[in-house]
């Protein structure tokens, strides 16, 4: 197992750093650097300040050279300043991605716990009035727009019955159950849009996993249909459920935009939207590789519940 985490752990690395080399890349192209703005905001900022700024910071050096001196103080963890905060990166990311972990995590446990036990449900009676509840409820959560389901919660449980803020944060300080009441709207609108798309997975993997032989097997060998069911076919139906939710995992760290939009939620999704608006290149490098590590880190994740879920996968014959 050592090897297996070392060899992928070793992967994840070299991508992170192919990825970090791209979008620094791509973040560069942007039209505008700082010195720019600086330029046309201030009317007695010359051309010339501007170029002996730029010779200061690098930013008139090539390509190549700008990222190495960017990845050195980077690997000593200096990430540079962030320009709309006039903060170091870290300093900014740091509470956000703490927020966004709370906002995802507790969303992501509730959309499983809800897609699992209904995928399953419609699975083992296709076709039957459950099958199609279920499905049509999934279809519905699909479909539903997020920002849509953010204003529909804001108007009833804030306006009209008054039950939880509308947005925001709680203050520093406050207690759990303060913090709870602002998260409970966004945590909501963040699982309604997920548990759909997740319980449409969970019943296809199920329906096909219980056409196996080896269920057919078990069925003729006297075995009940709840353990047939719980026993032998969850685990082999859960294998696909583990990529979706990986391939989702750094999705959902960054891309819960709308929802941390619409309840003013300071968390990842909104802030790298800000910086890209705001020309805050540092922190949309970091925030975008925040990302793109969250990504990796499910990708590593799956790969071990891979080998929980089933016995016939090998460490050792994936770390070769």
């Known amino acids: ?16 750093i192919v990825m970090s080399f791209l979008i620094y890349a791509l973040i560069g192209l942007m039209p505008g650097d700082p010195i720019d703005l600086m330029l046309s905001a201030n009317p007695d900022f010359t051309s010339e300040d501007a170029a002996r700024l730029k010779a200061l910071y690098g930013l008139d050096q090539p390509l190549l050279t700008r990222y190495g001196n960017w990845l050195i103080a980077a690997l000593g963890g200096d990430f540079g300043y962030s320009r709309l905060y006039s903060q170091p990166v870290l300093d900014v990311v740091g509470p956000r991605l703490a927020n966004t972990a709370l906002l ?12 699992i036990p209904l995928g399953i449900a419609a699975a083992v009676r296709p076709y039957s009035p459950i099958d199609y509840l ?23 449980f804030s ?28 945590i909501g609108v963040l699982t309604l849009a997920s548990v759909g798309g997740f319980t449409r997975f969970m019943r296809a993997s199920m329906v096909q996993t219980l056409r196996q ?17 719980y026993g032998h076919a969850l685990r082999n139906a859960l294998l696909p459920m583990v990529t979706i939710v990986a391939l989702s995992f750094g999705t959902l760290f960054s891309g819960a935009l709308i929802t941390e939009t619409m309840f003013a939620w300071l968390g990842m999704g909104k802030t790298i939207y800000d910086a890209i608006l705001g020309n805050d290149f540092n922190l949309a490098l970091v925030g975008l590789l925040m990302a793109t590590g969250m990504t990796l880190l499910g990708n590593v994740l799956a790969d071990l519940s891979y080998v929980a879920l089933d016995p ?4 050792r014959a994936e770390g070769t």
Do not use: Y
């Open 213 to 229: 032989d080896f269920i057919r097997t078990a069925s003729a060998k006297g075995l009940s249909r709840t353990r047939v069911v």
């Open 159 to 186: 306006v009209t019955l008054g039950w939880f803020p509308a947005g925001g944060q709680a203050p520093p300080g406050a207690s759990p159950w303060e913090t709870l009441q602002h998260a409970v709207l966004p």
């Open 104 to 115: 995802v995590g507790i969303s992501l446990a509730l959309s499983l716990l809800l897609a």
């Open 134 to 156: 279920v499905n049509l409820s999934c279809f519905a959560g699909i479909s539903a727009p997020p920002f849509w389901l953010a204003l529909m919660a804001i108007m009833l």
């Open 312 to 315: 016939r996968l090998d460490f």
């Open 1 to 16: 197992m050592i090897r297996f985490l070392s060899a992928r752990l070793l992967q994840s690395l070299i991508v992170l």
